[in-house]
DNA sequence: CACCTTTTGTTGTAAATGCAACAGACTTGT
DNA sequence: ACAAGTCTGTTGCATTTACAACAAAAGGTG
């Protein structure tokens, strides 16, 4: 297998966590571990897709999004290097996938056999029931996550969405200042809403002496 | 243990699916069960609490929910018989609640011990590791459906809320009539717009003859 | 039935938003 | 260095929304 080059990323992991290097490469092998390479703009999956694997992004950054018949297009979340995507699906009354799933930059894709995730097998692999309950431990923090989401979206106004999203984004900074990682489109895109008004409304912010920003870096006063 | 009467809905809960009555009541104590009995508008949780079990909903309904600095709230989502909420917060290092949880009708909670859900049992539980499993099955579930109220919520206007939430309900209930669990001014709380704005433009739909309605019940045309 | 409370619908206005169009800054590739 | 393309900020305008205040309808209680 060429996924040793990829060792370092998944040990870090969730999904991995408090295993060993090389039980994870035994794993990887067990769970029929596969790669998936893919360029800037490649879609990874569609919505209406069926999911037969766990993916796990080892290099990179994806966007799930959605676009709506007129062209609108909704970026439900984005994923980082280390992260699960698609868990949710792995349950077997589970349903097509709602969404699009877009690679932002360059990236790589490690999928997994769902079955043999979830069913804990009878051979080597002491460590399996272990990442069962690291999966579970995913989904509960990607399900925080998402209702993290939401508080920005219940905001009414786009200074609001702004102000949540960013509080948010330094709390998981730990500082004042950050970078994001996302552009103006894809961050209004994301916020739902309307990119030159979102425009707007961040230089009033910054001349009212709320926050500096340059590109991506943010820095909240 | 007076849980008894609750068994009907236990057995039919996603948690407990699969396994019989019997060894229903017996994890019921092997989890350490405790019920939990709310009138209409009590708080079963509130914001900042952290939680060290994992309550399930037998009787009536409960919103997850926000109020705001300023008073307005959010409703995250509802809560019908049979549901879990709080799985996500099973997870050790998941911080503390980040919602208010109310009860929107007299309700009754059976609340399992977290520790003991996840830590698969030595004794007589042959059915605990099924129960995980179908933990796993319903966070993920939950997660499904908070991604599709994001698609409603990333709707721009008030009307295409609607009939993003409204198409949902109708597909769920299978059929173009159904009812809905949330009076006026809860949907507009649940889907962040203005109640009086909202009303309106249901009324315009209305006489648009894109649907028809009398208090809860809706009929899409 | 009368009274009170809750829920729902209606209207007007100020404010915020979406949209379109454009200009300047910055990138990228040749 | 140039051209083409992308990203960001700016402006004007039509539409939509939030907010407030009120009217009408429905429900509950003594």
Not at 108 to 120: E, H, P
């Amino acid at each position: 297998m060429k996924l040793k080059k990829y060792l370092n990323v998944l040990k870090r992991t969730k999904l991995f966590s408090g295993i060993g290097e090389d039980e994870i490469l035994g794993m990887l092998s067990c769970l029929q571990a596969k790669k998936l390479e893919l360029k800037k703009g490649d879609y990874v999956y569609r919505a209406g897709e069926h999911l037969s694997c766990v993916p796990l992004l080892v290099e990179g950054r994806l966007h799930i999004q959605k676009d709506d018949f007129w062209g609108n297009r909704s970026i439900i979340n984005v994923i980082g290097v280390g992260e699960l995507f698609g868990e949710s699906y792995i349950a077997p009354d589970s349903g097509p996938l709602l969404n699009d799933v877009v690679a932002a930059e360059d990236s790589v894709v490690i999928c997994l056999d769902a079955n043999r995730v979830i069913t804990t097998c009878s051979n080597a692999c002491r460590f399996h029931q272990m990442v069962v309950q690291n999966l579970f431990y995913e989904v509960s923090e990607r399900n925080r996550r998402l209702v993290q989401k939401l508080g920005h979206m219940a905001q009414r106004t786009t200074r609001e969405k702004l102000i949540s999203y960013l509080s948010e984004q330094s709390q998981k900074h730990k500082s004042a200042s950050f970078e994001i990682p996302l552009n103006r489109q894809q961050l209004a895109d994301f916020l739902s809403v309307d990119r030159s008004a979102m425009s707007n409304e961040l230089c009033k912010m910054r001349d009212e002496g709320l926050l500096t920003f340059n590109k991506n870096s943010f820095e909240l006063l």
